[in-house]
């Protein structure tokens, strides 16, 4: 991550709290394991109150919350302070690089003041004084670091702060909560009438501006608010300048990490490894690079059963050289809350973050939405059930949001777990048929009325395809990066790493160049010009004796569906995975054009990897798991069967992909 600027700030990344006291509270995401932590009445090192009272430091007046501005002074009150006394603040949030022993800058009867360093981390701190060798517990405190403590309150205004760069405040910033939205002036300085509902506000990051990244590579475009409705909060945001107009984002859909099927080692060896030589060799050209996933990054079903979730997910994450963007899918949901979608996003808000938000990089605007309503009909025997749905809340706060862009013709870029359009089929004269996955898409489409240049991002499916669905509108439903749940590379499975319409497991790759847009799948371990595999359909003859033979059922050809009987038809199959419109795929048989048409078929390689897998262990495929019917397949019919092809597939940014299909070509898991 070239230039990218780390900062820590756990406390507000990981957990929420409470004040109570002079201690916190902490309500933390209950499947993350918990560091070890001391309170004041431990003993077993200095961090207790002086028990020979050597100090004897009375009245002490400490605020639970404190506004401090960056590089400017603490003072606490209290009697018996010392020349030469030094301050420790020691992180609650157990967060080392965050403890501090600061000198005093003045001591009085009556108070201790230290100067705060400029790096100085907002946090939660346990304070004491530090005299010789003994120390004396103060109490404990929230600090936050703040550009300027004596903004005015506004009647109304719960929340206010303000957005700067290099020591100056920056105007026309869009801040928001979820469901207010805001503009900084020109110092700088919003205002926002929050009932703190999401508990965090967040800055819609301008074009040509950066965020600084917390040690797990996620972007701090938000704060935490962690005080009554009553309370006013002071909450900044420093950018930091950069030029992003061209720029790369990797997208990553459904990882499902969830410790089960050598998901880890193939995570690790495989699509970490890839995706960090791709991040590289941007970088080595001088684009600014960033990630976006596309939800599902855990799988709710191993949250407790395998107590791993999205603290888990964020270790791994954090291996990722970009800064990682996040959206949620409806496996990150808590599966122990029925029929509230909200409660059942909070582990997700408390872990990752806000669950729809907005940023701009470059010209281009991106929006993030969540558009699962999580109903989990326990009572029905429905668990984990949803609905593919942009509530209410988010359609409102989404109008306010695009209302700040003033040019429609720019990139506007949508990035939505649950797809738009469901997998396309064909008519009986190969036309392509779509239908709507989204509840009531009208409502969300209505809000892009104005924008000439917008594109989806959505994964769930597991599968590639591209849908124009007007003149202004494209969505892409991305494959996976798990692929079939990790199930196809797992270890004595069948080595490779396919998705359920035949593309190879991996990830979108968008280069963003000003207002102009180029994207490419980029399969795991392979070359970005791997675009397409061809069969040669007379070798392609799936029986159980040959790729399940322990197989003991009666169901082989309900999973090896149009490819049980053997075809001497001299017919070539074609999988272009990440067909669209514009795209071209040309046949020619010693230089004589063949006829190709477009077909709706499942991927025979999937079939021996995933499906036949399963069988041959006397296990049923699961449903969601097996070979899928789709539409980005091409079939040509040659003279012979002995005939070399040349397969030429042409993008609709002019790129060519070729092979020279010798045949007969033989058939089997590693076929490319």
């Not at 509270?25 to 109150?49: G, M």
């Not at 503009?183 to 506000?201: C, E, F, I």
């Not at 870029?413 to 239908?435: C, D, F, K, R, V």
């Not at 439903?477 to 199930?487: H, M, Q, R, S, Y």
Request: glycine share 6%; charged share 25%.
């Amino acid at each position: 991550m070239k230039g990218t600027k780390t900062i820590n700030r756990r406390i507000f990344i990981r957990s929420s709290f409470v004040m109570t006291g002079l201690g916190l509270n902490f309500n933390l995401y209950s499947c993350e394991k918990k560091a070890n932590s001391k309170t004041p009445d431990d003993d077993s090192d200095l961090e207790i109150r002086d028990p020979n009272n050597k100090l004897s430091i009375t009245n002490i007046d400490l605020p639970t919350q404190l506004n401090v501005k960056k590089g400017g002074e603490f003072k606490i009150r209290g009697e018996g302070f010392e020349a030469g006394d030094q301050l420790t603040f020691s992180s609650l949030t157990g967060n080392a690089n965050n403890s501090n022993t600061l000198d005093s800058k003045e001591v009085t009867d009556t108070h201790i003041i230290c100067q705060m360093p400029e790096d100085f981390a907002s946090d939660g701190y346990k304070i004491s004084v530090k005299r010789g060798g003994n120390l004396f517990y103060l109490g404990d405190s929230v600090l936050d670091l703040v550009f300027n403590p004596d903004i005015p309150d506004r009647e109304g205004m719960t929340v206010k702060g303000v957005v700067y760069a290099e020591g100056k405040g920056l105007k026309d910033v869009v801040v928001s909560d979820g469901f207010e939205v805001a503009v900084t002036d020109k110092n700088g300085v919003y205002y926002l009438p929050s009932q703190k509902k999401g508990k965090y506000v967040f800055v819609s990051i301008p074009g040509n501006y950066e965020v600084g990244v917390e040690e797990e590579n996620s972007p701090l475009f938000f704060n935490r608010l962690t005080q009554p409705v009553s309370t006013v909060e002071i909450k900044d945001f420093e950018l930091f300048p950069v030029q992003n107009d061209d720029h790369v984002m990797m997208v990553l859909g459904d990882m499902h990490l969830a410790n089960r099927n050598n998901d880890i080692k193939q995570f690790q060896n495989d699509f970490l490894r890839d995706v960090n030589q791709s991040i590289r060799e941007y970088e080595n050209t001088g684009k600014k690079v960033y990630a976006l996933t596309l939800g599902d990054m855990t799988w709710d079903t191993y949250w407790y059963s395998k107590d791993y979730a999205l603290p888990d997910y964020l270790r791994e994450k954090k291996k990722i050289g970009a800064p990682v963007f996040h959206t949620m899918g409806n496996h990150d949901n808590d599966p122990n809350y029925s029929y509230n979608d909200w409660q059942a996003e909070e582990r997700y808000r408390n872990v990752i973050g806000p669950t729809y938000y907005s940023f701009n990089i470059g010209k281009a605007h991106y929006v993030v939405l969540d558009n699962t309503e999580y109903i989990n009909d326990v009572d029905n025997d429905n668990p984990r059930s949803y609905n593919a749905k942009i509530v209410q809340e988010q359609i409102d706060w989404l109008k306010k949001d695009l209302a700040m862009i003033s040019d429609k013709s720019a990139p506007l870029i949508i990035a939505m777990h649950i797809q738009l359009n469901s997998n396309p089929s064909l008519n009986a004269n190969g036309q392509e048929m779509t239908s709507w996955r989204l509840d009531d898409p009208n409502k969300f489409l209505d809000v892009l009325n104005g924008f000439s240049n917008v594109h989806l991002l959505t994964a769930h499916t597991h599968m590639n395809y591209n849908i124009q669905t007007s003149s202004t509108v494209m969505e892409h439903n991305i494959a996976a990066v798990c692929a079939t749940w990790w199930w196809t590379g797992k270890d004595g499975y069948a080595g490779n790493h396919i998705c359920k319409d035949g593309s190879p497991g991996g990830y979108d790759i968008w280069e963003v160049e000003g207002t102009n847009l180029k994207w490419c799948y980029k399969g795991i371990g392979h070359n970005k010009d791997y675009q397409f595999r061809a069969y040669d359909l007379n070798e392609v003859h799936i029986t159980s004796n040959k790729y399940a033979p322990n197989y003991t059922g009666t169901e082989w050809d309900k999973y090896a569906e149009g490819y049980t009987s053997p075809n001497t038809k001299n017919e070539v199959l074609i999988n272009v995975w990440n067909y669209a419109q514009g795209w071209k795929v040309e046949v020619t048989e010693n230089g004589k054009p063949l006829h190709v048409t477009r077909v709706r078929v499942r991927d025979p390689l999937h079939i021996i990897s995933y499906n036949a897998q399963r069988l041959e262990r006397n296990a049923d495929p699961t449903s969601a798991f097996t070979s899928a019917l789709t539409a980005h397949m091409f079939k040509v019919t040659a003279s012979n069967a002995t005939s070399t092809l040349k397969i030429k597939v042409t993008d609709n940014f002019g790129n060519v992909y070729i092979e020279d299909m010798v045949r007969p070509k033989a058939f089997d898991e590693k076929i490319k």
